[in-house]
């Protein structure tokens, strides 16, 4: 069984950092594509980027473009997204996802088909 777990958010002010981490059981995250969404209040399930181990390809959104990084640790089976000079439009429960199915990453949310519970983000002005 697949199961997903984020953990690392909270609050931050302005400019601050955050390293979200996904610790994934049941698959070895380097054999499939990580995906990294969010969704702020009364809006839909947006982008954040995403990255295929096989070929390390990766993609982000240009809303978050270097900014934010995805990296792993194979040895704890974990993806983290680090997060850097947030700004309050970075506020949203974020979550990880995994595409089982294609060898490049893709921003598209029905591409996943394995979703961790969220963590929130909240960064202040």
């Known amino acids: 069984q697949v199961q997903l777990a984020e953990s690392g958010g909270g609050l931050v002010q302005t400019g601050g950092s955050l390293r979200l981490s996904c610790a994934a059981s049941g698959l070895t995250f380097s054999s499939y594509t990580m995906g990294w969404f969010r969704q702020a209040p009364g809006k839909e399930y947006e982008f954040v980027g995403a990255?295929?181990?096989?070929?390390?390809?990766?993609l982000y959104s240009d809303s978050v473009k270097g900014r934010f990084t995805i990296s792993g640790d194979n040895a704890k089976n974990t993806v983290y997204l680090q997060m850097n000079s947030l700004k309050p439009e970075d506020t949203a429960v974020y979550y990880c996802?995994?595409?089982?199915?294609?060898?490049?990453?893709?921003?598209?949310?029905?591409?996943?088909?394995?979703w961790g519970q969220g963590t929130q983000v909240t960064v202040s002005s």
């Open positions: 990255i295929s181990w096989a070929g390390m390809n990766s």
């Open positions: 996802a995994v595409d089982n199915r294609s060898p490049l990453p893709g921003a598209n949310p029905s591409l996943y088909d394995y």
